[in-house]
T-cell receptor, first 112, second 117 residues
Framework: QKEVEQNSGPLSVPEGAIASLNCTYS??????FFWYRQYSGKSPELIMS????GDKEDGRFTAQLNKASQYVSLLIRDSQPSDSATYLC????????????FGQGTTLQVKP | DTEVTQTPKHLVMGMTNKKSLKCEQH?????MYWYKQKAKKPPELMFVYSYEKLSINESVPSRFSPECPNSSLLNLHLHALQPEDSALYLCASSQSLGPGGYYNEQFFGPGTRLTVL
C-alpha cells in the first residue's frame, strides 16, 4: 500500500513565526507532490506543487523536496492567523493514473 | 476564485430519493474526478474520467453512478443512498492524467454537502 504520512498535529505557532509542515512518502517512484490548504467546511485549495529536488518558493510559502529521503515539507514564513487550516500533502505516485495519495493532514493553528 | 463549480451547495435527501450532483470546469482540462470526504479525513477518490471515458472506479457502490456528458461537465447520480453516505462530495479537474508535473495538478470545486436521512 503506497502511503503518504503526516503528523496530524495540531501544530501551534505564534503569529509571525515560521510554520514547518512535514510529509514522508513510501513510493520511491513518485513524481509529483502537492500541498493543499483546507479551511474547516471548505474544499481543498492547491497552494504549492513541486516536482524536482530542492526548494520552490512562492510568496510566504516554500516547498522542499528530497527524493532520496522521500521527504516533502512546506514552510510558511510570517505565519498569520488566516493560515490556520488543515494542510494536506499529496503525491501523484509513480503511475499516470491521476490518483493522488493524500496524507491525513496536519492542522495548523497560528495564535495572535 | 475557483474555476470548478458544483451544484447544489447543500443537498438533503431520503434513502429512497434520486438526485444528481453537477460539476463544471472552465479550464479546458481533460481529466475530472469525484471524491468523497468525511470530517477530519482526507478526500477519498471515487471516480476518474479521462477524455470523457471512465478511467478509474474505486470499487464504489452502484448507488453512485457517474456520467461525463462532455469534457466540461461531470455528474454524479445518486439513488438509494444510506445515512453513512453523508459527506462532502468534491469534484476536481486536471490537465490530464499524465505525463506528470503540472498536468497532474488537481483543482477542486467548492463541494456539495450531502445529508442522507
Amino acid at each position: 500500500q503506497k502511503e503518504v504520512e503526516q503528523n496530524s498535529g495540531p501544530l501551534s505557532v505564534p503569529e509571525g513565526a515560521i510554520a514547518s509542515l512535514n510529509c514522508t512518502y513510501s513510493d520511491r517512484g513518485s513524481q509529483s507532490f502537492f500541498w493543499y490548504r483546507q479551511y474547516s467546511g471548505k474544499s481543498p485549495e492547491l497552494i504549492m506543487s513541486i516536482y524536482s529536488n530542492g526548494d520552490k518558493e512562492d510568496g510566504r510559502f516554500t516547498a522542499q523536496l528530497n527524493k532520496a529521503s522521500q521527504y516533502v515539507s512546506l514552510l510558511i514564513r510570517d505565519s498569520q492567523p488566516s493560515d490556520s487550516a488543515t494542510y494536506l500533502c499529496a503525491s501523484s505516485g509513480s503511475g499516470n493514473t491521476g490518483k493522488l495519495i493524500f496524507g491525513q493532514g496536519t492542522t495548523l493553528q497560528v495564535k495572535p | 476564485d475557483t474555476e470548478v463549480t458544483q451544484t447544489p451547495k447543500h443537498l438533503v435527501m431520503g434513502m429512497t430519493n434520486k438526485k444528481s450532483l453537477k460539476c463544471e470546469q472552465h479550464m479546458g482540462h481533460r481529466a475530472m474526478y469525484w471524491y468523497k470526504q468525511k470530517a477530519k479525513k482526507p478526500p477519498e477518490l471515487m471516480f476518474v474520467y479521462s477524455y470523457e471515458k471512465l478511467s478509474i472506479n474505486e470499487s464504489v457502490p452502484s448507488r453512485f453512478s457517474p456520467e461525463c456528458p462532455n469534457s466540461s461537465l461531470l455528474n454524479l447520480h445518486l439513488h438509494a443512498l444510506q445515512p453513512e453516505d453523508s459527506a462532502l462530495y468534491l469534484c476536481a479537474s486536471s490537465q490530464s492524467l499524465g505525463p506528470g508535473g503540472y498536468y497532474n495538478e488537481q483543482f477542486f470545486g467548492p463541494g456539495t454537502r450531502l445529508t442522507v436521512l
